[in-house]
């Protein structure tokens, strides 16, 4: 069946910009979560959605960033005022949350540059 | 100290050998590990989860858990060089919390 998508894979953009970036899970994960990667380093967790709430956002490192998932399904990771540290991979993971068992599936990522 | 510590390598290991990836944990009631392999350019690929102590295999992977001394580790055996990679490991963050907390990844080169 289909992956985790995000759009778009790649975004440049100037420094005080706004940017959106999207993230479509599989099919039937109830669980949505934002992760941020900056090279040579494992993802940092930004927040956790369970259905449209979100149910940690204890990763998001400033009031620039605000994520929705407003059905249940698509999420969006709204990043405002962009800055040049802000570049990095932005990941999107989900999973079913069966129990303990919460395996997460990654999509393939946004790389955001901020010139 | 950091909340999942693994040895960053390059780690280097001859064509058909074992491969060896460590990962210690801080927190001891973390209850959920996991290896990912991500490919240079590319997203991390669950590989293995493990619950329980002792062992768990799949194929030529085998995942090791010590809760005791808060250690995982995943062996590959009869590396190939397509399991050239960078291999993470995460730990479910505990107190309810669902988050993933991973190491910063211990890059693997298998030689031919």
């Known amino acids: 069946g289909a992956g985790v998508s995000q759009t778009p894979s790649n975004k440049v953009t100037e420094k005080g910009k706004y940017v959106e970036l999207r993230c479509d899970p599989i099919s039937g994960h109830t669980a949505l979560y934002w992760y941020r990667q900056s090279l040579g380093q494992g993802p940092e967790f930004l927040i956790y959605?369970?259905?449209?709430?979100?149910?940690?956002d204890s990763g998001l490192p400033n009031d620039r960033f605000f994520a929705v998932r407003p059905e249940g399904s698509v999420s969006t990771l709204k990043i405002q005022r962009t800055e040049r540290g802000d570049s990095a991979v932005y990941l999107c993971?989900?999973?079913?949350?069966?129990?303990?068992?919460?395996?997460?599936?990654f999509g393939p990522g946004t790389r955001l540059t901020v010139l | 100290q950091k909340e999942v510590e693994q040895n960053s390598g390059p780690l280097s290991v001859p064509e058909g050998a074992i491969a060896s990836l460590n990962c210690t944990y801080s927190?001891?009631?973390?209850?959920?590990f996991f290896w990912y392999r991500q490919y240079s350019g590319k997203s991390p690929e669950l590989i293995m989860s493990?619950?329980?102590?002792g062992d768990k295999e799949d194929g030529r992977f085998t995942a090791q858990l010590n809760k005791a001394s808060q250690y995982v580790s995943l062996l590959i055996r009869d590396s190939q060089p397509s399991d050239s990679a960078t291999y993470l490991c995460?730990?479910?963050?505990?107190?309810?919390?669902?988050?993933?907390?991973f190491g910063q990844g211990t890059r693997l080169t298998i030689n031919p």
């Open positions: 959605f369970q259905g449209t709430g979100a149910a940690d």
């Open positions: 927190d001891r009631v973390s209850q959920s």
């Open positions: 493990i619950y329980s102590n």
């Open positions: 993971a989900s999973s079913l949350m069966d129990g303990a068992y919460n395996e997460q599936f």
């Open positions: 995460a730990v479910n963050a505990p107190r309810g919390a669902q988050k993933l907390v």
